[in-house]
């Protein structure tokens, strides 16, 4: 009821759509007073973001709701790459940062991926960036700045989860808790999860994303700049179709890859997009949902799949999905060894802290049906990795 009382009021607002790039220059501009930024700077990365906002004004079933959520994204994107590249001109003492044995914790969406990072970037050795600081990257202001960006993202955590709800339950969001990299990368499967955009969809797959990750490389090294150095945790579903680009940007990285059947993935999955999209068009088509989703899945694990044989193979760490999900106490620890990190008493407390929330262990699965699926379609996409995975697990 709320999406379409605000749908309604904010109809005239989607005579803006007819000039995009009007609306993406003013974000710009925008950005660089309230940043001090010099757009030039950061060239590519906005000729990017402009294709972005053109294809998002150009979808048929975009809502008024959905144009604005659109552009506050897009601002908060181009502000933070803006206020990056500022400080970094600033203080170039900041790209000399070493970002030494990033651990990327990787696999289909559903596959207790962030259980893994709620656990592992809180160890006293690690850390794993908060949703605000992928949001306001910034070096250390002091305690009043900090607290002032957490409200800021509370207030914008607060609107999306009353507009979405389901978001509780699937993915709640934290201002303070370690989140996605995909809040801070500029492009990718984040924005189709808003709008359907097949336009958007071939761009990208053609899209070079190594400077998008050199950009996540810059990111970490301003939230490290005067703070105590630790192993950096990230975590993106995201990841499995760039492994070869973080191979470049972090040589020496880990890669924390959670494996899960497919076929129970694929419903809770669809079912997640369908939430978040039902809050930036109207009327969703559930069946596009699913056959792009099924699509960009089973590509990203058979790109992984190829990708991993270039690196070496201690470099990788595959977690079934019941080491997270039903042996916690007897697996972390061993996931701990494996990582070279030290589990500790703490650790312990820390894990029985996370699987104690409510909500954990609790299950979101969909019919594949609503979606225009079946289990034999999931199967015949994903090809021999279910045979993988249970080999993983009887192992």
């Known amino acids: 009821m709320t999406t379409s009382v605000l749908n309604v009021l904010l109809q005239p607002t989607m005579s803006t759509r007819r000039d995009p790039d009007r609306i993406f ?54 502000e933070n790459r803006l206020r990056v590249q500022r400080l970094v001109t600033e203080h170039p003492e900041i790209a000399a940062e070493p970002i030494e044995r990033p651990v990327f ?27 605000w600081e992928w949001m306001f990257t910034d070096i250390d202001r002091g305690e009043e700045a900090r607290r002032r960006r957490i409200r800021q993202t ?27 990299c995909n809040y801070l990368l500029p492009h990718g499967h984040q924005h189709l999860a808003r709008v359907h955009m097949p336009k958007y969809y071939k761009w990208i797959e053609q899209h070079d994303v190594l400077p998008d990750y050199e950009y996540l490389k810059l990111a970490l090294q301003v939230l490290q700049y005067g703070r105590e150095r630790k192993r950096w945790i990230l975590k993106s ?39 978040s999209q039902v809050m930036h068009e109207r009327n969703p088509d559930l069946h596009a949902i699913g056959e792009t989703w099924l699509r ?17 193979r201690a470099s990788f760490i595959d977690v079934p999905y019941p080491w997270l999900a039903a042996e916690p106490h007897d697996k972390v620890p061993l996931l701990y060894e494996r990582l070279g990190a030290e589990w500790t008493e703490a650790d312990a407390r820390t894990l029985d802290s996370v699987l104690a929330r409510p909500g ?36």
């Open 360 to 395: 954990i262990g609790r299950q979101h699965e969909y019919e594949l049906t609503r979606y225009g699926l079946d289990p034999q379609q999931v199967e015949e996409a994903f090809g021999d990795y279910t045979r993988m995975i249970e080999k993983l697990r009887l192992d």
């Open 296 to 312: 960009l899945q089973s590509t990203a694990i058979e790109r992984a799949r190829k990708a991993r044989v270039d690196w070496p």
């Open 237 to 275: 579903p995201m990841h499995l179709d760039h492994l070869s680009e973080i191979q470049k940007v972090f040589p020496d990285a880990t890669i924390v890859w959670t494996h899960r059947d497919p076929i129970t993935v694929l419903g809770s999955l669809c079912s997640l997009v369908e939430s």
């Open 25 to 78: 220059d003013g974000i710009v501009a925008k950005g660089e007073r309230s940043t001090k930024g010099d757009r030039a700077a950061i060239g590519e990365f906005l000729e990017g973001m402009r294709y972005l906002t053109r294809c998002f004004a150009e979808s048929p079933k975009l809502s008024p709701m959905g144009w604005q959520s659109v552009q506050g994204d897009l601002r908060l994107r181009i």
């Open 105 to 131: 914790i990787v696999g289909l969406p559903r596959t207790a991926t962030t259980l893994a990072h709620n656990i592992i970037a809180k160890s006293a050795d690690h850390r794993g960036p908060a949703l």
């Open 154 to 180: 509370e207030r914008l955590v607060g609107t999306f989860m009353r507009l979405a709800p389901a978001f509780k339950v699937i993915h709640p969001l934290n201002a303070q808790k370690p989140d996605e």
